[in-house]
């Protein structure tokens, strides 16, 4: 599936979105008619008798880095697929396609503390050996977010498009986000369970913490507990969303019951028409 993904679905919509970071120089030829005369190049122009301009095009590469967290919590999972094996398959449809697009991609793993760093680099074997670190890596009990942008900060300095991936469970990360924003192109990828916003009515129920190991019962069969559990998990949602607007910060929400094709096909398509509409 993620074969079919990248090669039919995703390469195009990838390409579309994502430019280059600039524009480097191409050649020097004489000056046509039309031509911008702010282009033109002095120092040839002087040599020769006959003006001529500099061309530039696109510097179409990129560098592109996934920052996956490992932390305990993204264990989690009511449905065939739990979260972190569904940010395992997002992680590797993205990489294989930037790799498509002759792109560098480089990995962070990150609990509470950076577990795992691969400099971003080209080609098909890197990619292999980036999903097999991810595929491999233990998870962890606790998360922290912000340390792990600060880290990715001073690790990738050159601007890159970052690919943060997380259930997003830890709050005040505002400062974090900001800055990595202003300095790469941040976009916010979470991972949820429907368990997470919807309680089954089961009774009394035992859960644990997962980061913190902590214990503590409900009792399910109350309408009342469920209704204020669902409050709180769709406020805690819609607080994170508008997080992420008010930071500019693309965002891309998958849930573990559903498709995730979709999303990020969306996801593509709306900012492609984003930025060619210039907003």
């Known amino acids: 599936m993620t074969r079919r993904l990248v090669n039919n679905v995703m390469a195009g919509e990838y390409l579309a979105v994502f430019k280059g970071q600039g524009m480097e120089f191409n050649e020097v030829r004489e000056y046509q008619p039309g031509d911008d005369v702010r282009a033109i190049d002095w120092n040839v122009t002087a040599r020769t008798g006959f003006p001529h301009i500099k061309r530039y095009v696109e510097q179409r590469e990129l560098t592109v880095m996934f920052a996956v967290d490992i932390s305990a919590s993204t264990i989690f999972g009511s449905t065939p697929r739990r979260k972190g094996p569904l940010e395992i398959l997002v992680t590797a449809v993205l990489a294989f396609s930037a790799i498509r697009n002759n792109d560098r991609v480089g990995l962070m793993l990150f609990s509470d503390e950076v577990e795992f760093y691969m400099r971003p680099r080209k080609g098909r074997g890197h ?61 916010a990828v979470s991972v949820r369970d429907p368990r997470e916003e919807r309680l089954p009515n089961v009774g009394l129920v035992t859960l644990e913490d997962a980061e913190t190991g902590t214990p503590f019962t409900i009792d399910t069969s109350s309408p009342r507990v469920r209704r204020e559990f669902e409050a709180r998990a769709l406020a805690k949602r819609d607080a994170m969303r508008k997080e992420f607007r008010s930071l500019k910060i ?16 969306n996801f593509f398509q709306q900012r492609a028409a984003r930025l060619g509409s210039g907003r």
């Open 250 to 265: 693309d965002h891309i929400e998958l849930n573990t019951d559903e498709d995730f094709a979709t999303p990020l096909i």
């Open 127 to 187: 990619g292999l050996l980036l999903v097999r670190e991810l595929t491999q890596a233990a998870r962890r009990r606790k998360t922290d977010i912000a340390g792990a942008l600060t880290s990715l900060n001073r690790l990738q300095r050159r601007r890159a498009v970052v690919f943060l991936l997380s259930d997003f469970q830890q709050p005040n990360i505002r400062r974090a986000l900001a800055v990595t924003s202003s300095r790469h192109d941040l976009i």
